[in-house]
């Protein structure tokens, strides 16, 4: 079966200090992958998503940058975090849709990591 | 560009009753998908039900199940026989079709309700 696992799961960081968060994908190959912020225990907002190695793109323009080294692994960057960075970030993967088989009928969704910036 | 709208920001049911949660959503596309996530206080997104836009049958799932009105563009999910596990915030989300050219669907995700579920 499919796992997929965030790290840290909580994070206190200062302004101005780098950020990474790691999201890694068990049990499948080739899926997209998905980064997601929600702000105050609200709505989702999609930063970037990857339907493959080094394939990122950018949903919101802002201080953040996603990057897929290995097929399974999505990381979440920034060089110098904001206060308006704070909130839980969650990683997302599915199915990618192929001809004549359909696919990425819905998205699997990591236990997040709760970031505070402060 | 879609949007998704959940009215209710908070609603509250006693156990084992039955409550409604509201979702509208806003597109010009006629196939898309659309879903119901849960997300309990461990804050792990769970997805409870989905429907897709050209089935007429609207979707079940033991406990929950949705009333979609294509025309309307309506989405309400059901939760019968309320039990206190089903506190949590409930998302609605649309998904566009699939563009052929592309293998990436993206999620619209409404602002969310908050059940509470008392005993």
């Known amino acids: 079966s499919q796992t997929i696992h965030q790290w840290p799961a909580t994070l206190v960081q200062p302004v101005g200090s780098p950020l990474s968060l790691e999201c890694t994908v068990e049990?499948?190959?080739?899926?997209?992958l998905y980064w997601y912020r929600q702000a105050a225990g609200r709505g989702l907002q999609l930063l970037f998503y990857?339907?493959?190695?080094?394939?990122i793109s950018s949903e919101v323009p802002q201080n953040l940058s996603a990057s897929r080294p290995q097929d399974r692994q999505f990381i979440l960057s920034s060089k110098k975090l904001l206060l308006s960075d704070s909130g839980f970030y969650l990683c997302a993967w599915s199915v990618p849709w192929l001809v004549g088989a359909g696919g990425d009928n819905e998205q699997f969704f990591g236990p997040g990591t709760r970031l505070t910036v402060l | 560009a879609q949007t998704v709208t959940q009215s209710q920001p908070e609603m509250s049911v006693q156990e084992a009753e039955t409550v409604t949660l509201s979702c509208t959503y806003d597109?010009?596309?006629?196939?898309?998908?659309l879903f119901w996530y849960k997300q309990p206080p461990s804050r792990q997104m769970i997805l409870v039900i989905r429907?897709?836009?050209?089935?007429?049958q609207n979707a079940t799932e033991n406990r929950f199940s949705v009333n979609f009105q294509k025309a309307a563009k309506s989405f309400s999910l059901k939760i019968s026989d309320s039990q206190l596990g089903d506190a949590a915030m409930y998302f609605c989300a649309y998904r566009s079709e699939i563009d052929g050219g592309t293998s990436y669907g993206k999620l619209t995700f409404g602002q969310g309700t908050i059940l509470t579920v008392h005993p």
């Open positions: 429907q897709e836009a050209y089935k007429q």
């Open positions: 990857s339907v493959g190695i080094g394939q």
């Open positions: 049990g499948t190959s080739n899926p997209n």
């Open positions: 597109t010009s596309e006629s196939d898309y998908y």
